[in-house]
Structures are given as C-alpha cells and as structure tokens.
C-alpha cells in the first residue's frame, strides 16, 4: 500500500478557526493521509487535537501519531527571540513542521533533537525481522 | 426565630467560602509511567493507604481520582493538597493492544472506549491544576509530542510543573536524557516502585509548591 502525504501551507490554517485547524488535520488523517503541515498549531490547539482525537476514536479510526519538529531556540539571544515570539503572535507560529498521521498507517515517530524517524507498518516490520526457523534444513 | 435560622445558615455558608481552596496537584503523563505508583508512594507515606490499582497493562487508571487532605511534613513545614491522579494522555488507543495482552475481546473494547473517556477527563482537568507532576518513564524516549505537548500546556497555563523521571531502578534508565530533553524544568528522578530518592522528591515538591 502506497503513503499519501499532504502538505498544508501555513496559509491554509490562517484564517481557520481553532475547531476549523483540528477538522482540516483529522478530515485528512481519517482519509489515510500523513499531514505535513508547515508551522504548528496553538498549544492549546494541540491539546485539543488530542482530545478530538479521543473523542472519535472507534473500530476503523484508532487515533493519530503526532510530532512537531521546531528550531531550537534555547541558544537565541534574547532580543531575537522576543522578536520571533513577537511575529508569532501576530502572524501566527510558521516555524518548523507538524506532521500528523494515521495511527493505523503510521506507527511510531521517534524524535530527538537532530533527527525524525517515522515508522510505518511496513517499516516497523522491516526494522525488525522475524527470525526463520528452517528446521528442515 | 426564623431570623435566628436565617442567620445561622448564612453563618455556615459564609464559612464554607471563607475556608481556604485545597492545593491541588495533579499526576500527569503518558501511560504507564507510574503515576499511580507514585500516587500509591505518597498516600502511603502520608496517609497509610493506596490510592489506586497498578498494571503491567497500559490505562489501568481510567478514571479521575483524588485524595483529599494529605499533609506532608518536612523538619517544621508542612504542605497540604488534594492530589489527583490522572489516566495516561495518549493519542491512539488500539483494542488490539489489550487482546495481546490476554484480555477478552469485549473487555479489551471496554478498556478501550474507557480509556479514550478518561484522556478527554484528564485534558480537561488540566484547568483546575496548580501544581502538576508529569511522570515519565526514564527508560522510555522523552522526546514523545504527547509529553512535549502536556508540558508546554502547563507552560501556556502557568502552571508550576515538576518532571519525574520514574522507574530508575532499571538498568534501561536514562535520567540524564530525560533532563535533556528538558533543561528549563527541574527534573528529579525516583523509582516509585521501591521508594527509591522520595526524600529528594518531597524536597522539590515543598520547593514547587510550598
């Protein structure tokens, strides 16, 4: 089975409403596709995603894999971050990338400060080969 | 007479808001770090009784619970809060997962659509907090969104916030990255389990919410 991914712009979410970011996500991931979206969503917003989440999980939908990749900013200056948080404000948080998926398709994103691992179905099989017992042989 | 009722109820209820709110802390985290385990820990140590059950499998706590009035004592302080313990925040939620674990097929359903409840219960508890300990498992990557998105909650909230790194007392365990995937908190690590470092524990929760 091929992997559709589907890249937001953060322009797309923009002008959305709280509610209207989570439905475009989850309306994507329910039909099988990894979100790439450019930015991230509110905190709150993510927390809400999550509880949306919850809220329609049943026998086809089993919940979503979720990561946000974000420049580290730890080491900025002060002045640049203060400015950075000022334009996010304003403009909203267009810095890095959130990637959503299906948990039926995508089963695990391993994050650490330098890389993202996303593991399929497929992949996750791959990584970790059975062990053949050819005892006939 | 009725004037004298009057009053007296007035009285009673004039006192009942006078009285000072409960600090309430609360065990926030994804499954099976152990918040229940440490909930156990402290009710314990404090009241001579658990809070809860444990498992091995993931969503034993399904349900919001609280324990009133648990007074801890260190040299001449003392705090007093409500503490409440919380079903592990997760963003999937497979009934697979339990019938692996040897459930039937209509318990692991149950589990599940139980399990879903309670993370909606505890995300929107999270208002009311004004402490929280968010448990996390040291053998497991901290790096996880479900964490990193429960904390920076709490941030945005202003809510004070103490990391635990549970479960020390296995060989898998790596304090030292779960304190670098958050360097601006305070991160103690304990093994709730068998009681390991609690007086560090107790020492930062009087420094959070003393």
Known sequence: ?137 | MIKIFKKFIKKIFKDIFRKKKQLKIGLYGPPNGGKTTLANKICMDWLGEEMGLTSNIAHETREIQVKERINVKKDSNELSFSLVDTPGIATKIDYEEFLKKGLSESEAKRRAKEATKGVIDAIKWLDSMDVVLVVLDSTKDPYSQVNITIIGNLAARNIPVLIIGNKTDLKRAKLKTVKSAFPQYDVVGISAKKGTNMEEFYEQLFKIAG
């Not at chain 1, 439905?23 to 969503?41: C, H, Q, S, T, Y």
């Open chain 1, 1 to 137: 089975m091929g992997l559709t991914l589907q890249f937001v712009p953060y322009a797309e979410i923009e002008t959305l409403s709280s509610l209207g970011r989570i439905r475009k996500l989850l309306n994507a991931v329910k039909e099988d596709k990894i979100v790439l979206l450019e930015g991230r969503l509110r905190k709150e917003e993510e927390t809400e995603l999550i509880k949306t989440t919850m809220e329609e999980i049943n026998a086809e939908f089993k919940g979503i894999e979720l990561a946000v990749i974000y420049p580290e900013s730890r080491n900025f200056a002060f002045f640049r971050k203060m400015k950075q948080q000022f334009i996010n404000m304003l403009l909203g948080d267009r810095q890095g990338l959130t990637i959503v998926g299906p948990a039926s398709v995508v089963k695990e994103i391993k994050k650490d400060p330098n890389k993202i691992q996303l593991f399929t179905s497929d992949t996750k099989k791959r990584a970790k080969p059975k062990k053949s017992k050819d005892k006939g042989k």
